[in-house]
Nanobody, 125 residues
């Protein structure tokens, strides 16, 4: 079982950058595709980005493509989400998790398990 802890969120103004971290323990992250999702109040948990175990392939939601970059350092058992040009609509709790069920599309939260507690990102206009 993988245990993940997200960090790096905060209250920022539109246009600035933040880098989120997802530190894992329990098992090596290199075995897993890792995903970042976000959830705004009253809304479902939405896909943001994912990265394969080797880091060779990345996936992005259209809403963040060109602004966000997902990366990983398997030696540190950590996955990152660099968020640039933040917008108020990026406000949400951001979660990371390993992908356990490949039968679901990569963008489906149902394919991921062992979620962290999340980190709040608030972008003011």
């Amino acid at each position: 079982q993988v245990h993940v802890v997200e960090s790096g969120g905060g209250l920022v103004q539109a246009g600035v950058s933040l880098r989120l971290s997802c530190a894992a323990s329990g098992r090596a992250l290199s075995s897993y595709t890792m995903g970042w999702f976000r959830q705004a109040p009253g809304k479902e948990r939405d896909f943001v980005a994912a990265i394969t175990g080797s880091g060779g392939t990345t996936y992005y939601a259209d809403s963040v493509k060109g602004r966000f970059t997902i990366s990983r350092d398997n030696a540190k058992n950590t996955v990152y989400l660099q968020m640039n040009s933040l917008k108020p609509e990026d406000t949400a709790v951001y979660y990371c998790a390993p992908r356990y069920y490949s039968s679901y599309p990569i963008q489906s939260a149902s394919g991921f398990a062992y979620w962290g507690q999340g980190t709040q990102v608030t972008v003011s206009s």
